[in-house]
């Protein structure tokens, strides 16, 4: 290891010293194994902080070795690249924990999207249904605006917290702040990482909410390759046109490059068909590209994030 990684572990561990092991560490870790797609090399070093507290004094020490870093949910739209990550990859799927009162919804940014939709439904709000089924944490979907079936963050969303990681203090931004757009928020553009959000939702009836959420879930299963790995949409909705649709229009389904291909039954998606590299998805991802704007003039922007 680098001297500042080593210095790293070294102030971890005497931190973990005084906080009863709040950080775990883990060397040459797999990105493989923390990602959907289960594609990625090894990471220096894979950094868990059991809570927020944690997180903000990792933060610290990361900023005073000058670390590496990149901060990462369940890894459900993020492709690592096959040579691994050099540094420091901090997961914050530890931070899950969550809360109801009257109709706000509070989670930390780990918990499962899809798990708060069902704290939702258990306490008889309704607002969340979209979210069953999406795969990401909380903080993964208020970073992106995450949505399906007419329903998007923005519009369930109070405020967020976040920790600044130029001065590591804790703010919170209320929902007009988060300048919300089609996949976007003022988080993919700032060097700040997301805390906790809260969601304002509506009383509803448990079983509507329910029957609701079952539909979002079975047209899920019917239209999409859940039985791959993969990270869901790989590209961004073109203006006026469906991207999967001109994708099949281009004759790419069950288009193949290694063992990345072009799902058969959904064609904006793009899955791991056995021992696939980010090379092959990359690739795959340049032909379509390439192909659509050969054939209908338009750039389609990929979604899924490189991490190199």
């Not at 703010?171 to 997301?194: A, M, P, Q, V, W």
């Amino acid at each position: 290891m680098t001297d500042n990684l080593t210095k790293l572990c070294e102030l971890v561990n005497e931190y973990n010293k005084t906080h009863t092991d709040s950080i775990q560490i883990e060397y040459n870790e797999p990105m493989s194994r923390h990602t959907t797609f289960r594609i990625g090399g090894i990471a220096d070093l894979y950094i868990t902080p059991l809570n927020i507290q944690s997180l903000t004094d990792l933060c610290g020490m990361i900023k005073e070795t000058g670390v590496r870093n990149y901060f990462l949910g369940n890894g459900s739209n993020v492709l690592f690249d096959d040579e691994g990550y050099r540094g420091a990859v901090v997961s914050l799927c530890a931070l899950r924990g969550v809360k109801c009162e009257d109709n706000i919804v509070f989670a930390e940014a780990g918990h499962s999207f899809t798990a708060l939709s069902k704290v939702a439904r258990d306490n008889s709000l309704t607002g969340l249904e979209f979210a069953n089924g999406i795969p990401g944490t909380v903080g993964g979907a208020v970073y992106m605006n995450a949505g399906a079936y007419n329903g998007e963050v923005a519009f369930v969303l109070r405020e967020s917290t976040y920790l600044d990681l130029d001065d590591l203090t804790v703010h919170t931004i209320t929902l007009d702040e988060h300048n919300f757009g089609y996949r976007d928020s003022i988080y993919k553009h700032t060097n700040r990482i997301i805390l906790s959000a809260k969601f304002e939702l509506k009383p509803g009836n448990s079983d509507e909410i329910t029957e609701m959420m079952n539909d979002f879930m079975n047209r899920r299963v019917t239209k999409q390759p859940l039985e791959y790995p993969s990270a869901g949409s790989v590209f961004k909705r073109y203006p006026g046109r469906f991207t999967a649709q001109m994708i099949d229009e281009a004759g790419l389904k069950g288009y193949t490059v290694g063992g990345a291909q072009v799902s058969e039954k959904h064609a904006g998606f793009i899955i791991n068909i056995g021992d696939a590299t980010a090379k092959d998805v990359k690739d795959l991802i340049s032909h379509i590209q390439k192909a659509i704007l050969e054939k209908f003039g338009c750039a389609i922007e990929r979604e899924v994030i490189y991490v190199e």
